[in-house]
């Protein structure tokens, strides 16, 4: 894989705090004051490390340790089902299944995907690094496990017509690709026994044509 030179650490909380400013669906009663933001980010990390939960970063804060640009107001964590009952402070505010959970930590939405999904095992045990961030050193997804989370989220997008969000992830896939340029073959050997047969072919589909623009890119434009 290709190396790139690291990015300044990301702040966690600014992000979060800046996502929600230009978030104008939230009531102005609802949002919540900018140290309040940075305060309730810094209480969550260092609750999970005093409850010693295995976690790992994913989601868009994760994204932004590779690319620049993303804007989420979401904390995703990879975490074991057991962690649910270690951190009643987040509170479950949605449907929770064997694969995903959705809570509340004092007004910052916490997005779960529990490692009973053993895709998500999968991708906290083999593609986990140590990265820096403002408030700390924190467990986070590598770029090869992004991309196995962005795939296998893919199909599912696609079914529920939520093409907005398909497209979204398709743009990180081609920006992780064109940046780092992994070997791609090994995700899809990690992804293939947790998707049907016509899926990964659909994959494989989506993954071609992202290359094809690459391609294209460069030769257009003399990269």
């Known amino acids: 894989m290709k190396t790139i030179e690291a990015q300044r650490p990301v702040h966690i909380g600014q992000v979060v705090r800046n996502a929600r400013v230009f978030d104008f669906t939230h009531p102005r009663e609802a949002r919540m004051s900018d140290g309040s933001i940075l305060e309730t980010v810094d209480r969550l990390f260092a609750l999970l490390d005093e409850r010693g939960v295995g976690y790992l970063l994913v989601g868009g804060i994760a994204l932004l340790q590779y690319v620049e640009g993303r804007n989420t107001e979401d904390i995703d964590l990879i975490v074991p089902p057991a962690a ?30 529990l490692t009973s999904n053993p895709l998500f095992e999968t991708v906290a045990r083999r593609y986990a690094t140590a990265r820096p961030f403002v408030e700390r050193e924190i467990p986070c997804a590598t770029v090869e496990g992004m991309i196995v989370l962005k795939l296998y989220a893919l199909p599912s997008l696609y079914r529920q017509g939520n093409l907005v969000r398909a497209a979204l992830y398709e743009t990180d896939l081609l920006t992780l690709i064109h940046r780092y340029q992994p070997d791609l073959e ?29 391609t294209r890119f460069g030769q257009r434009f003399g990269g």
Do not use: C, M, W
């Open 186 to 214: 090994p995700l899809f050997g990690e992804i293939a026994p947790h998707v049907s047969a016509t899926d990964l072919a659909a994959l494989r589909k989506v993954v071609a044509e992202i290359q094809e623009r690459i």
């Open 84 to 113: 649910l009952a270690r951190l009643p402070e987040v509170v479950l505010t949605g449907e929770r299944d064997d694969s995903f959970a959705q809570g509340s930590f004092e007004g910052l939405r916490v997005d779960l995907r």
